[in-house]
């Protein structure tokens, strides 16, 4: 009897295993057919240029690593740049050097570090950490602002990025989070060991932040941030990230090359890739593993000694994150240390009220709905005039006050978007009302443009995203208000203010030169 059942549950387990394997080899076969009919791999895709590597990182001085990167720029403009077949030089493509999104043709190339140096000894240092795909481009404004305040801004180029997507396709996450250690070493060394010490961190640099303000807890050597200040932060990542090294695995073939790209897109952006390597997505999820893991370990044991304050700025809809890891897997955690949640919320106004998918306003009052918290929780949603206004809970009470914020949502804007918390509505590339005197060759966050699906070479939900935050004034003011710079919208903290101090830096070849 008992032969004959564990002859069954054999059977049955071989069945079990034949089955995933046909599963498996017919999904990489979808796969690899897939990247097959995709668009070729350019030059961008297939070079690679070959960073510090970590040791290095580790070791390296700001010196050193602005020589590799001109080095890693050298070789674009060789190995790509001069190699372009004339159909490839058309048009917008940032690596044509007669386009008009060439990065090297405009008074900054953001794709590179740089250090802002503010007038007279610094009062602090601040450092920027980009996200993923991206350059230190999506953290200028900031980092302006910070620097007017009297702060050394350090924006680093993290690797992988800036130079071409191809640079992606080996990176590992360790990689940037040294990247992260040298730019705080960077930043201590010129501003001294006594100033505030503040950490910006965006989308998958808000990752790192948050592991290094746990390596610095862990690790009295390191210097211990006062204060994170997080957009979009990548504390949790969709399920697909996690299996995107299986998407790849035809690449090992080199007709399916493509496999390894879980996208491959025209690179008309001049600071963010358009590409998307399946090593990326892979890499955000091997990060947000162990960071989530980390501050488990700590809350587990009680290991906050020395946690900084975090200030997060995240949109309900996101996807590219997990809105729902930043409160669950992070706020849910910390301590009652100051900390502070900004949530903006979907547009509640009747005209869209209908178009929303079932459930999505659910988020939001979820969240309310549970206090009291050990951190302060400002909602930013929509009175019924169509104004915003912030639903303010502090940090252990169970009620709620109302604050209007003097801003409004656009009348055609549903929601923000994971790229949009950075960018004013005025900045030249991204914005929704950019400045002309902010020039970076395309107007990206402007378009509003119809037509047949099809016809365009990139897809329109891509077009259609929002890029900009009309609730920047808010952002910027709650940054800046423990910096020294604070004050009510329509004053210093404008996004008109933002752009014009942009107009003033973009040919200031004090502060461009201070990182080169």
């Known amino acids: 009897m008992k032969r004959t059942l564990w002859a069954r549950l054999l059977k049955y387990a071989r069945r079990a295993v034949v089955l995933a394997g046909v599963v ?37 001085t700001w010196e050193r690593y602005l020589a590799a990167e001109q080095r890693i720029f050298t070789e674009v403009r060789a190995k790509v740049s001069d190699r372009l077949t ?29 250090i802002l140096e503010p007038d007279g000894a610094p009062r602090g240092a601040a450092v920027f950490l980009h996200g993923l795909t991206d350059a230190p481009y999506s953290l200028r ?44 070493r960077e930043a201590r060394k010129r501003s001294g060991p006594d100033k505030p010490l ?4 965006y989308s998958n640099g808000g990752a790192l932040a948050l592991m290094y303000a746990m390596d610095a807890m862990d690790n009295a050597a390191l210097a211990r941030p006062d204060r994170l200040v997080l957009l979009s932060p990548m504390v949790g990542v969709t ?73 997060t700025f995240q949109s ?37 009220t209908p178009l929303f998918r079932p459930g999505l306003a659910a988020g939001s009052e979820r969240i309310r709905a549970g206090s009291p918290r050990r951190f302060r929780l400002d909602v930013i949603t929509a009175a019924e005039s169509g104004a915003a206004v912030a ?52 107007t990206l966050g402007a378009l509003a443009i119809r037509g047949e699906r099809g016809a365009l070479v990139v897809g329109m939900d891509s077009l259609l995203r929002m890029s900009s935050n009309p609730f920047y004034p808010y952002v910027i003011n709650r940054i800046m208000a423990n910096v020294g710079q604070g004050g009510g919208a329509g004053q210093g903290g404008t996004g008109q203010g933002e752009v014009s101090q942009g107009r003033a830096s973009q040919g200031d070849a004090r502060n461009d030169k201070a990182g080169r």
């Open 198 to 201: 503040h950490v910006i961190g």
């Open 391 to 442: 639903h303010v809970t502090e940090a252990g009470a169970a009620t709620e006050r109302t604050e209007e914020l003097g801003l409004s949502w656009p009348r055609d804007v549903f929601s923000l978007s994971h790229v949009a918390l950075p960018f004013p509505m005025q900045d030249g590339l991204y914005g929704l009302t950019p400045d002309p005197a902010d020039d970076f060759g395309v």
């Open 141 to 184: 404004h900031i980092a302006r602002r910070y620097r007017d305040a009297g702060f050394l801004a350090v924006l680093i180029r993290m690797p992988g990025h800036g130079a071409t997507p191809g640079g992606l396709t080996g990176v590992e996450w360790e990689d940037w989070l040294a990247a992260t250690h040298l730019a705080v």
């Open 24 to 60: 498996v080899a017919t999904l990489l076969g979808a796969r690899a057919l897939d990247a097959w009919r995709s668009e070729p791999l350019k030059p961008w895709h297939t070079f690679a240029p070959e960073e510090l590597s970590r040791d290095e990182l580790e070791h390296a």
């Open 239 to 311: 399920a697909f990230a996690r299996f995107a090294g299986l998407a790849g695995l035809p690449a090992i073939f080199p007709p399916f090359a493509k496999s390894a790209w879980l996208g491959v897109q025209p690179e008309f952006n001049p600071f963010k890739f358009n590409s998307f390597p399946v090593n990326a997505a892979r890499q955000s999820h091997l990060l947000t593993s162990a960071l989530q893991q980390r501050l488990l370990a700590h809350a587990r044991d009680n290991r906050w000694q020395g946690m900084p304050p975090v200030l």
């Open 86 to 114: 004339p159909e490839l030089r058309a048009g917008l493509n940032r690596y044509a050097p007669g386009s008009r999104v060439y990065p090297g043709n405009f008074a900054t190339d953001w794709n590179r570090s740089i």
């Open 316 to 352: 309900t809809v996101d996807a590219t994150v997990s809105s729902q890891a930043v409160t669950d897997a992070l706020y849910a955690l910390l301590p009652a240390n100051g900390s502070e949640l900004v949530l903006f919320d979907i547009n509640r106004s009747p005209h869209f």
